[in-house]
Antibody
């Protein structure tokens, strides 16, 4: 069974940093592109970052480019999101998600974690 | 960037009813359009990929159709457990984005 379990969320002050983690199991982690998607309270979904199978390629929307960094450790089947210079508008539930195809990128998500809440407030 | 517009924003429905949810793109997304279901307090779940391709484990009452700019998610006979918000999503001509969602409520 595919499982994605996020951790590392919490309350953080504006301008500070936070690092999220996602522990994957039930599939060969190194074979899949992975992503982070967030959802502000009572709002819609926003893609935040994607990383290739090896970690050599990363993709971001303009809203977080330069502030967020996605990374992975295939030996540990773990995905990370380093978030710097946090703003109040980054307050959201952050989901770890698996891209839909084996070995190459398909731009949809076939498995999602349960999410972790990040609150940016003074 | 291509914008996805979902309608209606909220739909009040009766169990057993057939419903159609709309997702319209501001320009063609060439069937690179996917649908998700998010039940209250749960994570999203993939329902349909590439506009009309079914997903293993998803009930057959869910189907997708469309091309170009206009896409539809249909539920053939609504069940009480289908109460959820439904999102469309694209990655074509610009960044990956989601529609704003259609929330289904039971009458």
């Amino acid at each position: 069974e595919v499982q994605l379990v996020e951790s590392g969320g919490g309350l953080v002050q504006p301008g500070r940093s936070l690092k999220l983690s996602c522990a994957a199991s039930g599939f060969t982690f190194s074979n899949y592109y992975m992503a982070w998607v967030r959802q502000a309270p009572k709002k819609g979904l926003e893609w935040v970052a994607t990383i290739s199978t090896s970690g050599s390629r990363t993709y971001y929307p303009d809203s977080v480019k330069g502030r967020f960094t996605i990374s992975r450790d295939n030996a540990k089947s773990s995905l990370y999101l380093q978030m710097n210079s946090l703003k109040s508008e980054d307050t959201a539930t952050y989901y770890c998600a698996r891209h839909g195809s084996l070995g190459y990128i398909a731009w949809y998500f076939d498995y999602w974690g349960q999410g972790v809440m990040v609150t940016v407030s003074s | 960037d291509v914008v996805l517009t979902q309608s209606p924003a909220t739909l009040s429905v009766t169990p057993g009813e057939r419903i159609s949810l709309s997702c319209r793109a501001s320009e063609s997304v060439d069937t690179y359009l996917h649908w998700y279901q998010q039940k209250p307090n749960e994570s999203p779940r993939l329902l349909i990929k590439y506009a009309s391709q079914s997903i293993s484990g998803i009930p057959s009452r869910f189907s997708g159709s469309g091309s170009g700019t206009d896409y539809t998610l249909a539920i053939s006979s609504l069940q009480p457990e289908d109460v959820a918000t439904y999102f469309c999503q694209k990655y074509y001509s610009g960044p990956l984005t989601f529609g704003s969602g259609t929330k289904l409520e039971i009458k």
